[in-house]
Nanobody
Framework: QVQLVESGGGLVQPGGSLRLSCAAS????????MAWYRQGVGKERELVAT???????KYVDSVKGRFTISRDNAKNTVYLQMNSLKPEDTAIYYC?????????????????WGQGTQVTVSS
């Protein structure tokens, strides 16, 4: 079984910064792509940023130049550095990971989600 645990959310003033972390644990052979999503009140879940196993990154237009996604493969952890935060960034942030694991002689892949961490940007 694999678990993803996020941390680093909180309340910050507009223009401030936060760094989110998401650590994967359990029976892990390797992790392919990792990503951060967010969901504001009354809104659909939105893909914020992705990072592949070779560190290729992509961002939604609204966070380009302000957010940076990175990963530490030795720690099975993905990060989201958020700078110049705006009130519209307020949301629950979720990480997910495409995890490969071995069972018996075979390898399997599954997508796992964290429980979410609240980010509130307000003065």
């Amino acid at each position: 079984q694999v678990q993803l645990v996020e941390s680093g959310g909180g309340l910050v003033q507009p223009g401030g910064s936060l760094r989110l972390s998401c650590a994967a644990s359990g029976t892990i052979f390797s992790i392919n792509a990792m990503a951060w999503y967010r969901q504001g009140v009354g809104k659909e879940r939105e893909l914020v940023a992705t990072i592949t196993s070779d560190d290729t990154t992509k961002y939604v237009d609204s966070v380009k130049g302000r957010f940076t996604i990175s990963r530490d493969n030795a720690k099975n952890t993905v990060y989201l550095q958020m700078n110049s935060l705006k009130p519209e960034d307020t949301a629950i942030y979720y990480c997910n990971a495409d995890v490969q694991y071995k069972r018996g002689l075979y390898y399997y892949s599954n997508l796992y989600w964290g429980q979410g961490t609240q980010v509130t940007v307000s003065s």
